[in-house]
């Protein structure tokens, strides 16, 4: 027995080296597998980790994102096209800043002394208007004006009907939990500005142009029908919004909906050059639109369907929307966990449909591994393009006065080509500045967990605490730089553990597999500080791993 517990030892030590993680070790002791060596000294034979770089503050410039920036540059710049593509203008944002914007050819192609366009140049962006009425229902749900998000849409639309010959026999649990008596629970909120609604793209015998008002629409939708039962498919709907839009202002708010979006959002917000009524001042500063023939396109008015796409704007109000949604603008307008809830896509659709997932209002698309959330526009003379990468808190917009690129890759998809990768090197090479508590004093001294392993919290030269393990129990197998942890401040007594350089995601130790990948950002609690003010101990509840305690003195070991 006393050799079994030496080998467990070891494992524990190793554990605890990195996150403490030593709760039930038999459970972390695997196989050796013989498909796969992981081997510090060789990293073709290792996965490196973290996945996903933390997105730090970088110190500019940096060659790598310098050499993309110019990259996306050269490529907006060659699709301009003097017929077909006259104006681009776009911004890359990262966090609350704009790393670079670019505006290519002439605000108006047609005339020779046209300037270029610039960041506060007007175009109309179509499908990126769905965005607002999206905000409106977050920002009801979190004052409580709407009971949930998944509300059945009759609630707010008493003569709302609709066929539904795909429909099954009964809605789902929850639907029809929060719903009882309702006649289409699975029509709600969330799925009518995810796509997942249902809804015909367009209310029959009517075109963009349809002028009608919500009783006109009810009443062209009573003879109509779902082309799918909501939630088992994702299909495009402008539709959705125009309803959701209208219901919610009137019967919520008791106003009408630019109104309500001007006020609560526009001015809120400061994006004081986006609107819906394109009068002669705005058309003075707008681009010109044109078809693919050059032609210029007219500044047609979208009727009932304007929530879903009638507005204008300008590069520099999208990056500050865009920033907002990264939740980095100085301005907010939604909590965080409201806006991480926005953020997450809700399905992944089926074969054929254009995006691999929906969310709200996004069409969702893996790239390079990273979720790219992104709302287009396409609206004649004009195509539209916002984006977001949540996990690295970057942000595109591109604005474009003709018709988008059709030949080649996706355009959007191609910058993102350059800048993933940069911004990914970029995150990965830089230092972390970790956050130190009001005083080190409580945490700093020495701390075993069962007498079997220990360690030593000091502070280094910033006030940060940095762990380190020591003992008969160190393994030389393990790289030195695996037994030092750093440890930032999060709030009162808690800190978040911190691998300051990649590592593998897994580490063979003797017979067990460690998987650090897990292990990593884990938080440890220390208790509250004593009659001396010093914390006697911290627990790791993540990791399962409880009661490492403080000892008075450094322990001796014999040879």
């Given at each position: 027995m006393k050799v079994k517990w030496t080998k467990l030892g070891m494992v524990v030590f190793f554990l605890l080296s990195v996150v403490m993680t030593t709760c039930f070790i038999w459970q972390y002791r695997m196989p050796k597998l013989e498909t796969e060596t992981v081997s510090t000294d060789n990293a073709k034979t290792e996965k490196i980790c973290p996945r996903f770089p933390e997105p730090v503050p970088l110190k500019h410039p940096i060659p790598v994102l310098k050499e993309a920036l110019e990259q996306v540059d050269a490529l907006l710049r060659s699709k301009v096209d003097?017929?077909?593509?006259?104006?681009?203008?776009?911004?890359?944002?990262?966090?609350?800043?704009?790393?670079?914007?670019?505006?290519?050819?002439?605000?108006?192609?047609?005339d020779p002394s046209s300037p270029p366009p610039s960041e506060y140049t007007m175009y109309r962006i179509a499908s990126l208007s769905k965005i607002f009425p999206t905000l409106m229902l977050y920002k009801m749900w979190e004052d409580g004006e709407v009971g949930s998000l998944d509300d059945p849409f009759e609630k707010y639309a008493e003569n709302f009907t609709i066929k539904n010959p795909l429909g099954r026999s009964s809605s789902s649990g929850q639907a029809s939990a929060q719903a009882p008596g309702a006649r289409f629970p699975g029509l709600t909120l969330r799925r009518m500005i995810s796509q997942?609604?249902?809804?015909?793209?367009?209310?029959?015998?009517?075109?963009?142009?349809?002028?009608?008002?919500?009783?006109?629409?009810?009443?062209?939708?009573?003879?109509?029908?779902?082309?799918?039962?909501?939630?088992?498919?994702?299909?495009?709907?402008?539709?959705?919004?125009?309803?959701?839009?209208?219901?919610?202002?009137?019967?919520?708010?008791?106003?009408?909906?630019e109104d309500w979006v001007s006020v609560n959002i526009l001015q809120k917000l400061g994006l004081d050059d986006t609107g819906f009524d394109i009068n002669p001042d705005i058309q003075a500063q707008m681009a010109v639109?044109?078809?693919?023939?050059?032609q210029p396109a007219p500044l047609y008015d979208l009727g009932w369907y304007r929530p879903a796409g009638q507005m204008y704007?300008?590069?520099?109000?999208?990056?500050?929307?865009?920033?907002?949604?990264?939740?980095?603008?100085?301005?907010?307008?939604?909590?965080?966990?409201?806006?991480?809830?926005?953020?997450?896509?809700?399905?992944?659709?089926?074969?054929?449909?254009?995006?691999?997932?929906?969310?709200?209002?996004?069409?969702?698309?893996?790239?390079?591994?990273?979720?790219?959330?992104?709302?287009?526009?396409?609206?004649?003379?004009?195509?539209?393009?916002?984006?977001?990468?949540?996990?690295?808190?970057?942000?595109?917009?591109?604005?474009?006065?003709?018709?988008?690129?059709?030949?080649?890759?996706?355009?959007?998809?191609?910058?993102?080509?350059?800048?993933?990768?940069?911004?990914?090197?970029?995150?990965?090479?830089?230092?972390?500045?970790?956050?130190?508590?009001?005083?080190s004093d409580p945490y700093v001294g020495i701390f075993t967990y069962r007498n079997m392993t220990f360690y030593e919290i000091k502070a280094d030269s910033d006030g940060a605490l940095?762990?380190?393990?020591?003992?008969?129990?160190?393994?030389?197998?393990?790289?030195?730089?695996?037994?030092?942890?750093?440890?930032?401040?999060?709030?009162?007594?808690?800190?978040?553990?911190?691998f300051e350089q990649e590592y593998p995601c897994k580490l063979k130790v003797n017979t067990a597999?460690?998987?650090?990948?897990?292990?990593?950002?884990?938080?440890?609690?220390?208790?509250?500080?004593?009659?001396?003010g010093v914390s006697p101990g911290f627990d790791a509840p993540g990791l399962n791993t409880y009661k490492v305690v403080r000892i008075a003195h450094r322990p001796y070991f014999p040879t």
């Open positions: 003097k017929t077909r593509l006259p104006a681009i203008s776009a911004i890359v944002i990262l966090n609350d800043s704009v790393l670079w914007n670019g505006n290519f050819g002439k605000k108006n192609g047609s997942l609604s249902g809804l015909p793209r367009r209310l029959r015998e009517t075109n963009l142009l349809w002028s009608g008002d919500m009783q006109a629409a009810l009443a062209l939708l009573k003879d109509d029908i779902l082309v799918a039962d909501p939630g088992t498919k994702c299909h495009y709907s402008n539709v959705a919004f125009s309803l959701l839009a209208k219901a919610l202002a009137q019967q919520v708010a008791g106003w009408d909906f639109g044109v078809y693919d023939s050059g704007s300008t590069a520099a109000d999208m990056a500050k929307l865009t920033m907002v949604l990264l939740g980095a603008y100085s301005r907010s307008l939604l909590r965080d966990d409201t806006m991480k809830t926005m953020l997450t896509p809700t399905f992944r659709c089926q074969a054929g449909y254009f995006a691999n997932a929906t969310g709200t209002p996004w069409e969702v698309n893996e790239l390079q591994g990273y979720d790219v959330l992104r709302k287009d526009g396409d609206l004649d003379g004009y195509a539209a393009s916002l984006s977001l990468v949540p996990r690295l808190n970057m942000g595109l917009v591109v604005l474009m006065a003709g018709v988008r690129p059709q030949t080649g890759q996706d355009l959007v998809n191609q910058a993102y080509g350059y800048l993933l990768p940069a911004m990914e090197t970029a995150f990965r090479g830089a230092r972390r500045a970790l956050a130190a508590p009001p005083s940095v762990m380190q393990q020591f003992g008969p129990q160190m393994d030389p197998s393990v790289p030195s730089k695996y037994r030092t942890i750093r440890l930032d401040y999060l709030e009162d007594r808690v800190f978040r553990v911190v597999s460690v998987s650090l990948e897990a292990q990593d950002r884990q938080l440890f609690n220390f208790y509250p500080f004593s009659k001396k």
